[in-house]
């Protein structure tokens, strides 16, 4: 089964706010976890990753957290656009070289 | 574009048929990953191949198995299909086989089972 969660099934924020979405993890070894977003009909992309080492990594208007503690980590998208609607997923690469996606968020940016 | 080719991009057959997917991967990836998607469902890992070799496993069933050929492009084979595998089929590709780097994926393969 899938070794990740989510907290969140569904997202609605006002378009310039910021959206965060939350993601566990189960294998504490993994060390590589990386965000992908997927529009309707199209095919996953990667927006930021992070690895084990790193506790936030920032990129343009995303930012993720890891918190290895708990094993948490959480997507921030600012100041959000229409653009920005689609499903959100994050994933991690276990100890076994399995790559598991979470079930996804899906984030609505209402303009 | 990823660079990730999946053929075909549609398909639909019937009940307790097979069928055969194929994925290339981005030029100089040796790591090729498939993963199903149900309607409105997460990712479900199925499995991954490294050089030729199978690194790791996830929830294939066993009708499916996959391959991938001396050139690196990989196949996957769906077999006794039933109503329920109508989805569609992402390959990813990476260059390195433990993980670490950024998979790139495909546009997928929507199979519909009637």
């Known amino acids: 089964g899938e070794s990740v969660g989510l907290h969140l099934p569904t997202l609605s924020v006002q378009e310039g706010d910021s959206a965060v979405i939350k993601c566990t993890y189960s294998d504490s070894a993994s060390n590589y976890f990386p965000w992908y977003k997927q529009e309707l009909g199209k095919r996953p992309q990667l927006i930021i990753d992070i690895r084990s080492n790193m506790d936030k990594r920032q990129g343009q208007r995303v930012t993720v957290l890891l918190n290895k503690t708990v094993k948490h980590l959480s997507l921030q998208i600012a100041a959000t656009q229409p653009g920005d609607s689609a499903v959100y997923f994050c994933a991690e690469i276990n100890t076994g070289n399995q790559f598991y996606f979470g079930t996804g968020t899906s984030l609505t940016v209402i303009p | 574009d990823s660079g990730v080719t999946q053929t075909p991009k549609h398909l639909i057959t019937a009940t307790g048929q097979r069928v055969t997917l194929r994925c290339s991967p981005r030029?100089?990836?040796?790591?090729v990953y498939w993963y199903q998607q149900s309607l409105d469902q997460g990712l479900q890992f199925l499995i991954q191949y490294y050089n030729g070799e199978e690194r790791a496993k996830g929830n294939i069933l066993e009708r499916f198995s996959a391959q991938q050929f001396p050139d690196l492009h990989s196949e996957l084979n769906l077999s006794s299909l039933e109503l329920g595998d109508s989805a569609l089929y992402f390959c990813a590709s990476s260059i390195e086989g433990g993980g670490g780097t950024e998979a790139f994926f495909g546009q997928g393969t929507r199979l519909t089972v009637v």
């Open positions: 030029s100089g990836d040796l790591s």
